[in-house]
């Protein structure tokens, strides 16, 4: 699986490599309720609250020709942490593209050595891994 994060006005981040171990991202919103301690008008003894939209961990790899361009990645990531964008996902060859993501970066690593792949960069030799958390928060998916 591959994945690119766009931010309007900053950068389209392409990830060489995607893996979840949540499964596939989940853009239908679910239900949030409260029982309520007497039953109301329609005698229900729930009520819905909000509709709340669903998160999606994923673990994302890409790879760079030195240390200082991967640590520059490492800020830019940092800086659109927080930000709204549109997401685009590749599995089993099929593209999906969701248009407002909120996203949150959870932590990256920098280590040193190569990653091999069609998505990555030629003679890699530092890898910048990071863990993200993003939320749909619309319901259009383009498949």
Sequence with gaps: ???????????????AAATSATGWPIDSPWAETEELTSAGVD????????????TWEVDTISGFTSYALAA?????YQLISGRTGGL?????GATYNWTNVHAELVGYALTAG???????????????RASWRFTMTDLTVNP
């Design 43 to 54: 005698n229900a003894r729930w009520r819905k609250r909000r509709d709340a939209f669903r």
């Design 88 to 92: 685009s996902v590749v599995i089993a």
């Design 114 to 128: 190569p990653i091999y792949g069609s998505a990555v960069t030629a003679n890699s030799t530092h890898q910048l």
């Design 72 to 76: 520059a990645e490492a800020r830019s």
């Design 1 to 15: 699986m591959s994945a690119s994060f766009n931010v309007a006005g900053a950068k389209n981040f392409q990830f």
